[in-house]
């Protein structure tokens, strides 16, 4: 599991529990958009094969990752929903930029985990290259978007126990 190759879109689904009933707001950056919408399309298509109705999933897009702090604060506080998806892919540039931005989304959405009634999941990519991107979504390392909708249906079901 803790393989830096391990396939994000494998997992036994046995182990999921149904997705019925429950509901999901899913927060997308636009940058890098060719491997977040992926990543969004992967997560929507995993939560309804899991039972989840196509009216009970919210998407709402934000400029960058770094807008997903607020994105995801935006959805507990405004919308009913038993758990919110923050997806973004940061893409290793020429500056110290890419640092900054990875360092303050994790850091804003683990404070916002600490706060919210509702779990919020870790949906970012932080990728050296392109190809490290391409790879995690839809790629030969499965899709990050799948991983994180069978996140949040465990950690929605963790509460209901
Ligand atoms: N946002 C991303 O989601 N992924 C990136 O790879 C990314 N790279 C950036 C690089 C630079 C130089 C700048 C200025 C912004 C970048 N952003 C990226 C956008 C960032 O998350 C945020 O939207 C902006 O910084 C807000 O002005």
Redesign the pocket.
């Known amino acids: 599991m803790a393989s830096a190759l391990h396939n994000l879109s494998s997992y036994d689904a046995t182990s999921v529990p149904s997705a019925k009933g429950m509901s999901f707001a899913i927060v997308v ?4 958009d060719q491997y ?1 919408y992926a990543m969004a399309e992967a997560a929507i298509e995993t939560l309804k094969k899991h039972g989840a109705d196509e009216n009970d999933i919210i998407v709402k897009h ?6 997903l702090i607020y994105g995801a604060a935006w959805m507990v506080e405004n919308e009913q929903v038993d758990a919110v998806i923050a997806i ?4 290793r ?1 020429d ?1 110290p ?2 640092d900054y ?1 990875c360092q303050g ?1 994790t850091q804003g959405l683990a404070e916002l985990n600490l706060k919210a009634d509702v779990p919020v999941i870790y949906g970012l990519l932080t990728c050296n290259n392109a190809e490290q991107a391409a790879e995690r979504c839809g790629g030969r390392l499965g899709n990050k978007g799948t991983e994180c909708a069978v996140t949040a249906i465990k950690m929605v079901a963790y509460g209901e126990d």
């Open positions: 950056a636009d940058w890098n977040t934000v400029p960058g990752s770094f807008e973004g892919c940061v893409i540039g500056t930029h890419f931005i989304t």
